[in-house]
């Protein structure tokens, strides 16, 4: 949370001599971050950030308060100033008084009610002294009445409220604590309705209307308004937890909720009373006309902690003399003793809920005594040596650097995807793990196929002609079981705008490169799809798929084009690549190399061609397609004995073989006529 | 008898001599099947036996001398002038491009594996326990607002276990059947689940993966990616975690960058921190020229958090925090990266845009 400090409201609480620049950095090095000085309203304001554990810090007297330690342990002379506030107990009532309506408390609750009636309020217009802060502060100036109120919550910390009070009076005149039931409706202050989902504490008059939602916005009927005379100035301190669901259920995230749900400190009630009467008097000339009220059931003292004074060692890697630890901690408005060689400390009542444990206060410890003050140095010790199972890491940065290096684009897509990306994965849309709470349209599901994102990043780059992209990424698929979680499986997927064989030949060389000896592309009965797969040992391993998609490229209806998709799971690839190769002894013999080129009727699969080539003699070593005319295909043959090398006399009879299994058995025609 | 082929082998090897120097050699002419030598040495057969020998050595030295001068020509090859245009520009073959988030990852990667740290991969829809609960991150605590969490439509399995600060492994997703499912909003998911696969220390800990907010605007993603940094030991240090952020400072920044620790509040860490490191353009003082510099205005850098280990979160792990303290911070990848000296991206939704023209710089 973020709070809004004018330098000369900070001085009301704060002596010293520091300039708002040596603030800001002492601060932001030992406490609060203050993240920048604003000029406003004509004076530097801090915009300071308050972690959500330093309730105590969230008002101008919180800072003062910290900073007064900080600088002056930073060299810098500082000093709280004292309050000076009425005391409650020296308050006479003003004649006639007024009765306080009847106050029935749920003290499990409610820990600490106090409250007052003022009398004679005047429709006063809030001073411009007043106005001028809380516009600084980016509060609306309304008038003093109201304003009062809110300037006391940012001077103090502590919420407070100013009710009506003839209207609570009107209403029966009692104020019961309860839990709301659910579809009860109420109206708050700014003309909004509500129903109440059950278990919000309210309070209520005596006929069960709810008249406030307390500690975080009041009523609509028993708000002040502009007819107001007479008011009960109210401070009440609520079980946190009960003020956070009732704010979140109905996101009303007023100042006085975010304050109330983090531990205000309950003995604060006292001064924050005491600077409400002080300012009603001032400045809209109202009179206490009641006794002042205070229950304070629940009181709750900070608890001693424990401290060995080796914990301080244990963390800062150093040892601090007994009496540097005992200073600050004391100075942060700890009780401190030293029994032996443990620190026995009690925190102040603004901070019990923080300073808890031995680390609690070590961290109070050393952030006074400055992080900068402790030397830098990088652990020894043994190095962990048992790295996880689905350690994928180091092949896909060679997948990575290899596809980039032979003209792939890297693309980085959104896990989350809209119903229409969803629906191109080709599985189910309710197959798909849902949000529960989106934020956009185009980001709903978790995607179970990279594909379609890639498809997109084309489409986006329509004047780029030949892209090429890949991505590496999880997919996430749901179990069966609604008590498992997704199953999350990293994939490779590239979609191509180019022909199929440059694609294909890319996933070769980088199976290749891999040392992937024996894979293959195997036709699924959709004839625009393959299977990828591998052999492990003597098994198959299927890797993933290469399919044709046609696909929408710009807006306009008629200019479609296909690609390319490619998808590989990562784990079953690194089944079957190898760190490096198989070493084979070089050749003492050279091959013979000839090109034959055979007509292929359409219905014949040149890869199962190829297959048939390779599997006639395993003096094949290799066939290659060289190319492609019309139905013409041109094949490379490489012959070779590793023992001796082949003349004609052994070529021969290979090559005959070769026609006739064509010619025959796949209805081939040899193009061409071929040295005997 | 031998004079003839004396004469005629000087001859070819003048000739040969000619053609090296015009550049026009053509080594069949000489050496080749039908070539000057061949017919040279078919001269042979006129020579009495006698003097056969003598002219068998003298044909071998002819050959020899031959086979010198065009291996030496070979071996300097002569280009002829002018025929190529040295302005002429070079045709570079088609290259790809590595995404800056993946180069990023690679370089946090190396400079923490190089002190050790493992690099690791946990789930990123995971269970509300490891992502807070386990974290000391009680349901409905006002400290998860700085989340903003998405959750996955599945019905929350917890139950009626109450959460207990005291021993946070009571309400464990196997013991909950699961439990709410989230998207992890940071890397953090990862501490407890390293201590359980550790089950001991040594933990050297990076985990590097993408992580998920409910927010979106110039400087927020939806999506993002974040690194994790957790070391569990005996006699683990503040000065330890100072070390170390400092190192990572001057390795991916340079060494004349610095990194500070400023305190700061996560349920997880105790005592917690801010990390800044000091601006490499105005080297941490704000000025540049007598000006406030750009790009950091104040001379650091606020780049994440860190902490101590909470011992709550240690219990949560199942490690005893009287025998062991660690550390762990964690930063956002893309703006750790964008920090770099001329990578002022400003707008960090570029890295999930795709743009060719974006992804060609990198």
Request: proline share 6%; hydrophobic share 35%.
């Amino acid at each position: 949370m973020n709070i809004l400090i004018p330098h000369t409201w900070l001085l009301e609480h704060l002596k010293t001599k520091a300039t708002p620049k040596q603030i800001r950095t002492q601060l932001s090095l030992s406490g609060p971050s203050v993240e920048r000085i604003e000029e406003r309203e004509g004076e530097e304001v801090y915009d300071i950030e308050i972690t959500t554990n330093r309730v105590d810090v969230m008002s101008v007297r919180g800072v003062a308060q910290e900073a007064a330690v900080i600088l002056d342990n930073a060299g810098i002379e500082a000093e709280l100033k004292p309050l000076k506030l009425p005391k409650l107990t020296e308050l006479k009532p003003h004649r006639p008084t007024k009765s306080l309506p009847k106050i029935t408390n749920q003290p499990k609750h409610i820990k600490r009610i106090m409250t007052v009636v003022l009398s004679g309020i005047n429709t006063t217009a809030t001073p411009a002294w007043m106005a001028r802060r809380l516009k600084q502060i980016d509060q609306n100036v309304h008038w003093a009445a109201i304003d009062i109120t809110n300037y006391i919550t940012h001077e103090l910390g502590h919420p407070c409220h100013a009710f009506d009070y003839d209207k609570i009076m009107a209403l029966g005149g009692e104020i019961i604590v309860d839990e709301a039931k659910k579809g009860e409706r109420f109206e708050t202050l700014d003309g909004e309705t509500y129903q109440a989902v059950g278990g919000e504490i309210v309070f209520r008059a005596k006929d069960g209307t709810i008249i406030d939602l307390p500690a975080i916005k009041g009523t609509a009927n028993t708000a002040v308004d502009e007819n107001t005379q007479n008011i009960l100035f109210w401070i009440e301190n609520m079980d946190a937890k009960k003020v956070r669901f009732a704010s979140m259920t109905h996101d009303i995230r007023t100042v006085a909720a975010q304050l109330n749900e983090k531990h205000v400190d309950p003995y604060l009630a006292e001064p924050t009373l005491a600077l409400g009467i002080k300012l009603y008097q001032e400045i809209v000339g109202a009179q206490v006309a009641s006794q002042v009220h205070d229950e304070f059931p629940s009181k709750k003292e900070p608890q001693q902690v424990k401290v060995p004074l080796k914990v301080f060692e244990r963390y800062l890697g150093l040892k601090l003399e007994t009496a540097v630890i005992i200073k600050i901690l004391s100075r942060l408005g700890c009780q401190v003793k030293q029994a032996g060689q443990d620190l026995l400390i009690t925190p102040p009542t603004y901070r019990q809920h923080d300073l808890k444990i031995p680390a609690d206060f070590v961290e109070e410890v050393a952030r006074i005594y400055g992080y900068h003050n402790l030397p830098d140095k990088i652990m020894g010790g043994p190095l962990p040596l048992k790295r996880p199972d689905n350690d994928t890491f180091d092949l896909e940065e060679k997948i990575r650097h290899f596809l980039a290096d032979v003209g792939l684009y890297e693309v980085y897509t959104y896990s989350l995807v809209s119903e229409k990306l969803a629906l191109e994965s080709g599985f189910p849309l309710e197959s798909h793990l849902k949000l529960a709470n989106p934020l956009t349209d185009d980001k709903v599901y978790l995607r179970r196929s990279l594909l379609p994102s890639l498809n997109q990043v084309i489409a986006t780059n329509p004047t780029h002609k030949d892209l090429k992209v890949f991505e590496l990424a999880k997919v996430y698929h749901p179990k069966g079981n609604k008590t498992e979680r997704p199953e999350e499986v990293m994939i490779l997927a590239l979609s191509f705008r180019a022909g199929y064989r440059k694609a294909r030949g890319i996933i070769e060389a980088l199976f290749d490169r891999l040392f992937i000896y024996e894979y293959d592309f195997v036709l699924d009965e959709d004839q625009n799809k393959a299977k990828i797969v591998a052999k492990k040992e003597s098994r198959l391993v299927e890797l993933g798929s290469i399919s044709l998609v046609s696909y929408q490229l710009r807006s306009t209806q008629d200019n479609k084009d296909w690609l390319v998709n490619a998808q590989i799971d990562l784990n079953s690839l690194a089944q079957v690549i190898h760190k490096h190769p198989r070493y084979q002894k070089l050749p003492k013999t050279s091959p013979v190399i000839e090109d034959l080129t055979f007509a292929i009727p359409k219905k014949v699969r040149v890869g199962e061609v190829i297959k048939a080539i390779k599997q006639t003699s395993p003096l094949i070593q290799e066939v290659r397609l060289k190319d492609i005319y019309k139905d013409r295909y041109t094949f490379t043959i490489y012959y070779l004995d590793q023992k001796e090398n082949l003349s004609d006399k052994d070529i021969i009879p290979l090559r005959k073989k070769i026609i006739t299994h064509l010619t025959y058995d796949f209805d081939c025609k040899l193009i061409g006529q071929m040295a005997s | 008898m031998l004079d003839p082929i004396q004469s005629e082998a000087n001859q070819i090897i003048k000739q040969l001599e000619t053609d090296l120097e015009k550049g026009n050699l053509d080594q069949t002419k000489y050496l080749g099947k039908r070539g000057l030598f061949r017919k040279l040495a078919q001269k042979i057969k006129d020579v009495p036996p006698e003097k056969r020998q003598q002219a068998g050595k003298l044909i071998n030295q002819v050959k020899k001398t031959l086979e010198t001068k065009v291996r030496q020509h070979l071996k300097t090859p002569s280009i002829p002038t002018n025929s190529i245009d040295l302005t002429t520009p070079g045709e570079k073959p088609k290259v790809g491009h590595l995404h800056p988030i993946s180069q990023a990852i690679e370089e946090i990667s190396r400079i923490f594996e190089r002190i050790g740290f493992i690099r690791v991969r946990y789930p990123e829809v995971d269970w509300d326990w490891y992502v807070f609960e386990s974290l000391n991150m009680p349901p409905n605590h006002p400290a998860r607002d700085e989340w903003e969490t998405f959750f996955v439509d599945r019905p929350d399995t917890t139950g009626e276990i109450e959460y207990d600060e005291r021993d946070p492994r009571k309400r464990h997703p196997s013991l909950i059947g699961g439990g709410k499912l989230v998207l992890t909003t940071h890397t953090s998911n990862s501490q407890v689940r390293e201590m359980e696969r550790l089950k001991k220390p040594p933990i050297r800990m990076i985990n590097i993966a993408r992580c998920y907010r409910r927010q979106q605007d110039a400087t927020h993603t939806q999506m993002f990616h974040q690194f994790e940094g957790l070391v569990i030991d005996k006699n683990i240090t503040i000065q330890d975690l100072k070390g170390t952020l400092n190192y990572f400072a001057k390795k991916f920044y340079g060494p004349e960058v610095k990194s500070r620790i400023r305190p700061f509040h996560f349920r997880f860490t105790e005592p917690s921190f801010e990390v800044d490191f000091s601006c490499h353009i105005c080297g941490g003082t704000g000025k540049v020229n007598g000006k406030k510099c750009k790009l950091c205005k104040s001379g650091w850098h606020e780049v994440g958090g860190a902490g101590m280990v909470h011992p709550n979160v240690l219990k949560a792990g199942g490690i005893d925090p009287d025998k062991y303290t660690g550390f762990a911070f964690g930063w956002g990848v893309e703006r750790t990266y964008t920090l770099k000296p001329g990578l002022n991206i400003d707008d960090i939704r570029q890295f999930y845009g795709n743009k060719v023209e974006f992804l060609k710089q990198f």
